[in-house]
């Protein structure tokens, strides 16, 4: 038999648990990214994703992951050369329909996002 009443024993499981559950995402770490938004300052669309994509595909910019957050498009990289090689092409090539910014990016899972 337990000193502490059930209630006590459920509260600090509980709040180990969240815990845990906050913790989870500083595990992953994060990569270099580009960060793109539209100069007419709309939100970034699925097709217009699937363009840089296809341009950055085109150009050899060997990308991991793009996602939309926030109405901005985040293209994540392995490596920061990689991430300066794009920033340098989508700035010569898209820079009258794209802002550019560099940023690091979470590699946390979409689920844990």
């Known amino acids: 038999m337990s000193q502490f009443p ?3 024993s459920i ?4 709040a ?3 815990g ?5 995402p500083n595990l992953y770490g ?13 939100a970034i669309t699925p097709p217009q994703e699937q363009a840089v994509e296809a341009f950055l595909r085109g150009k050899q910019a060997n ?3 793009s996602y939309i957050e926030d109405g901005k498009l985040q293209v994540r990289f392995s490596q920061t050369a990689e991430q300066l090689k ?3 092409l989508i700035s ?3 820079a009258d329909t794209y802002i550019v910014a560099l940023t690091k990016t979470p590699r946390t899972p979409k689920i844990l996002r």
Do not use: S
Not at 11 to 14: D, W
Not at 20 to 24: E, G
Not at 30 to 42: E, G, H, I, K, S
């Open 16 to 18: 180990l648990i969240l």
């Open 6 to 8: 059930r209630w006590k």
């Open 20 to 24: 845990i559950l906050f913790a989870i």
């Open 86 to 88: 794009a920033r340098d």
């Open 11 to 14: 509260t600090v499981l509980v």
């Open 92 to 94: 010569e090539d898209l």
């Open 63 to 65: 990308f991991v992951d």
């Open 30 to 42: 994060t990569d270099p990214a580009v960060q793109l938004a539209a100069r007419n300052y709309d």
